[in-house]
Nanobody, 122 residues
Framework: VQLQASGGGLVQAGGSLRLSCAASGRAFSRYAMGWFRQAPGKGRDFVAAISWSGRTTYYTDSVKGRFTISRDNAKNAVYLQMNSLKPEDTAVYYC????????????????WGQGTLVTVSS
């Protein structure tokens, strides 16, 4: 599976962005998907994850109520809708695929996209 993240950019605090992750390869619909982020000078952190069916989602506490993860298996894509953005959301965002259950730990994910930069100005 190859992943391509897009949709990042510069936005003012309070604004919105929608990240997309396009997947190539077979059996995308059987992978759980996750979004992670890495702020400048920091480690990679979990943001959100979704099961292969889309019925189960997880979020880190800091984005609950603001971000929504979704997927369209017919289009081999997963999305992260980000609303009410804050400067602390500034990071490179990565999508990842896991042949298994959605997880908050990055080491279980098998495939990673290249990342897309989100910058939130105050």
């Amino acid at each position: 599976v190859q992943l391509q993240a897009s949709g990042g950019g510069l936005v003012q605090a309070g604004g919105s962005l929608r990240l997309s992750c396009a997947a190539s390869g077979r059996a995308f619909s059987r992978y759980a998907m996750g979004w992670f982020r890495q702020a400048p000078g920091k480690g990679r952190d979990f943001v959100a994850a979704i099961s292969w069916s889309g019925r189960t989602t997880y979020y880190t506490d800091s984005v609950k109520g603001r971000f929504t993860i979704s997927r369209d298996n017919a289009k081999n894509a997963v999305y992260l809708q980000m609303n009410s953005l804050k400067p602390e959301d500034t990071a490179v965002y990565y999508c990842a695929a896991n042949w298994g259950n959605p997880d908050t730990d990055d080491y279980v994910y098998d495939y990673w996209g290249q990342g897309t930069l989100v910058t939130v100005s105050s």
